[in-house]
C-alpha cells in the first residue's frame, strides 16, 4: 500500500505546485499567501510519504484530498483534479491493502513449503 500511496502523493506534489503557479494569475490573491499555502500542502504531501505506516498517516492523506477538492474555490480546474486525486487516494488504499495481503500469504506459502 505505501508504494502506491507514496506515488499518489509525489503526483500531487506536482500538481500543486501547478495550481500554485496558476492561482498566481488571480490579482485579489497575495504571492506570499498562494505559495505559503502551495508550499504547506506541498510540504505535507512529501512527509505524509514517511507516516503512511503509522497510525493516522491514512486519514492525514484523506484531508490532503479533501483540500485539494476545496482548493477548486481559487482554482477551478481543481475541482476536477482534486476528485482525480481523491479517487487515485482511494484506489491506491484500496489495492495496496489488496497487494499487502496476497504477499504476506505468499510469503506464509512460502515460509510453509520450506523444510
Same mark, same amino acid.
Request: charged content about 10%; overall charge neutral; some cysteine.
Given at each position: 500500500?505505501?508504494?502506491?500511496?507514496?506515488?499518489?502523493?509525489?503526483?500531487? /506534489? /506536482?500538481?500543486?505546485?501547478?495550481?500554485?503557479?496558476?492561482?498566481? !494569475?488571480?490579482?485579489?490573491?497575495?504571492?506570499?499567501?498562494? &505559495?505559503?499555502? =502551495?508550499?504547506?500542502?506541498?510540504?505535507?504531501?512529501?512527509?505524509? =510519504?514517511?507516516m503512511?505506516?503509522r497510525?493516522?498517516?491514512? #486519514?492525514?492523506? &484523506?484531508?490532503? #484530498?479533501?483540500a485539494?477538492?476545496? @482548493?477548486? /474555490?481559487?482554482?477551478?480546474?481543481?475541482? /476536477?483534479?482534486?476528485?482525480?486525486?481523491?479517487?487515485?487516494?482511494?484506489? @491506491?488504499?484500496?489495492?495496496?491493502?489488496?497487494?499487502?495481503?496476497? !504477499?504476506?500469504?505468499?510469503?506464509?506459502?512460502?515460509?510453509?513449503?520450506?523444510?
Open positions: 500500500m505505501r508504494t502506491l500511496c507514496a506515488s499518489t502523493l509525489i503526483g500531487e /506534489f /506536482f500538481v500543486i505546485g501547478f495550481a500554485g503557479l496558476v492561482a498566481m !494569475k488571480d490579482d485579489s490573491l497575495s504571492p506570499g499567501t498562494v &505559495w505559503t499555502v =502551495c508550499g504547506v500542502a506541498m510540504l505535507l504531501s512529501v512527509l505524509l =510519504c514517511g503512511l505506516t497510525p493516522g498517516g491514512v #486519514q492525514l492523506g &484523506w484531508a490532503l #484530498q479533501i485539494l477538492v476545496a @482548493s477548486g /474555490f481559487v482554482v477551478p480546474v481543481m475541482f /476536477f483534479l482534486g476528485i482525480v486525486f481523491a479517487g487515485l487516494w482511494w484506489a @491506491s488504499i484500496h489495492y495496496g491493502r489488496r497487494i499487502d495481503e496476497a !504477499k504476506a500469504r505468499w510469503a506464509a506459502a512460502e515460509t510453509a513449503e520450506a523444510p
